[in-house]
């Protein structure tokens, strides 16, 4: 795993990380010291919620910090700005469709291809990176391919 991710990025990642270890590993705690106390362990439905929240939380930061340990953290006010990049926007030209939309192209964390927020890590993402206003890309899509044209850098 090598994201990409902005010091926000990695600064809410870090925030969750200790939020998870403090607040959220001591309240499973209690939790899990509360059901044990009803007895048989066993049988005892509270308990087991308890041990999988445990466990749920502990995969998370787990997750967390591998993230957290192996991102590459880009510096936003270094970029170039004549081309696309993290955080960038676009007006595109879908070819094939002759179909214009306004993309913006942003870490894995905070995609949202419904708001048309694309990850670079997606296909359109990858193949829009870098790319000056007047390029044309095709994207190699699973399903697939499809020419864009990018129109104007915002």
Same mark, same amino acid.
């Given at each position: 795993?090598?994201?990409t991710l902005?010091?926000?990025?990695?600064?809410?990642?870090?925030?969750?990380?200790?939020?998870?270890m403090t607040v959220?590993?001591?309240?499973? +705690? $209690?939790? /899990?010291a509360?059901?044990?106390?009803?007895? &048989?362990?066993?049988?005892?439905?509270e308990?087991?919620? !308890?041990?999988?929240?445990?466990?749920?939380?502990?995969?998370?930061?787990?997750?967390?910090?591998?993230?957290?340990n192996?991102?590459?953290?880009?510096?936003?006010?270094?970029?170039?700005?004549?081309?696309l990049?993290?955080n960038?926007? +676009? $007006?595109? /030209?879908?070819?094939e469709?002759?179909?214009? &939309?306004?993309?913006?192209?942003?870490?894995?964390?905070? !995609?949202?291809?419904?708001?048309m927020?694309?990850?670079?890590?997606?296909?359109?993402?990858?193949a829009?990176?870098?790319?000056?206003?007047?390029?044309?890309?095709e994207?190699?899509?699973p399903?697939?391919?499809y020419?864009?044209?990018?129109?104007?850098?915002?």
């Open positions: 795993m090598n994201n902005t010091k926000e990025n990695m600064r809410k990642l870090k925030e969750e990380l200790e939020y998870r959220k590993r001591a309240e499973i +705690a $209690r939790e /899990k509360e059901a044990a106390a009803h007895g &048989d362990r066993s049988e005892n439905a308990y087991k919620e !308890a041990c999988a929240n445990y466990r749920e939380n502990d995969n998370r930061i787990q997750y967390l910090l591998n993230m957290i192996t991102a590459t953290v880009i510096d936003e006010n270094e970029v170039d700005q004549s081309v990049g993290i960038k926007k +676009a $007006r595109i /030209k879908f070819v469709y002759d179909d214009e &939309d306004v993309v913006t192209l942003v870490t894995t964390m905070d !995609a949202d291809p419904e708001n927020l694309i990850s670079i890590e997606s296909d359109l993402g990858k829009l990176m870098g790319k000056r206003a007047g390029d044309v890309v994207v190699n899509a399903s697939e391919k020419t864009v044209e990018i129109l104007e850098i915002l």
